[in-house]
């Protein structure tokens, strides 16, 4: 089945360490995206990709970085400079960028 | 630049009562409208679209018609059930007019369905 996988489910991390949240697609989509989502404040994005080698920064891309050396992968870096990263983080992706968004499940991260 | 207001949850309904979301929108071009569906613990799915002004997006007996003139697309369904419990979100994606290439999206609405 087509899809959007993200991994970890749940992810722990200790103050001042980078991790990285997984994201694959499976549906040749060109564009995927990366939004955050925070109690009681909907959706925020961090960054998008139109195409492989090439993304950018959406409201929030600041203590966040990513990368896509393919199509269907757009792994997202929290580094230790993101204040607040403790947070639900949902990966998307799209035929093109004005077409509906398909979403993975999800990851969790706290930071501990 | 785009924006989207829904209504404030949380709503609470008993089963077969009569469902409406609100959603208003903000845009500068000819925007597409989306509701999303979020259900606890999981990403969202897509629930219904329209494209353009007068489109009635329809699934699984929910709908919404998109009006220009009072810039809505706002969430109905008949009847609910106890499964509709979920957070409900409204979206819109900037045309190929427009330079906003990224779903805007409203708050969400929690919506629990008593038995």
């Known amino acids: 089945d087509g899809g959007i996988t993200q991994s970890p489910k749940y992810l722990f991390r200790k103050e001042g360490q980078n991790v990285t949240l997984s994201c694959e697609q499976n549906l040749n989509h060109d564009a995927m995206y990366w939004y955050r989502q925070d109690p009681g404040q909907g959706l925020r994005l961090i960054y998008y990709s139109q195409i492989v080698n090439d993304f950018q920064k959406g409201d929030i891309a600041e203590g966040y970085s990513v990368s896509r050396e393919k199509k269907e992968s757009f792994p997202l870096t929290v580094t230790s400079a993101q204040k607040n990263p403790t947070a639900f983080y949902l990966c998307?992706?799209?035929?093109?960028?004005?077409?509906?968004?398909?979403f993975g499940q999800g990851t969790r991260l706290t930071v501990v | 630049g785009d924006s989207v207001t829904q209504m404030e949850g949380p709503v609470t309904l008993s089963e077969e009562a009569f469902l409406t979301i609100n959603c208003t929108y903000t845009a500068t071009g000819y925007p597409s409208l989306f509701w999303y569906v979020q259900y606890p613990g999981e990403g969202l799915q897509l629930l219904l679209k329209?494209?353009?002004?007068?489109d009635k997006g329809s699934n699984k007996g929910f709908e919404a018609t998109y009006r220009k003139e009072t810039t809505s697309f706002h969430l109905e369904k008949g009847s609910v059930q106890v499964s509709d419990s979920a957070v409900y979100f409204c979206a819109l994606s900037e045309g190929s007019g427009g330079s906003n290439y990224k779903l805007t999206f409203g708050k969400g609405t929690l919506l629990t369905v008593n038995p």
């Open positions: 998307a992706s799209s035929k093109q960028l004005v077409a509906e968004a398909f």
């Open positions: 329209a494209t353009k002004a007068d």
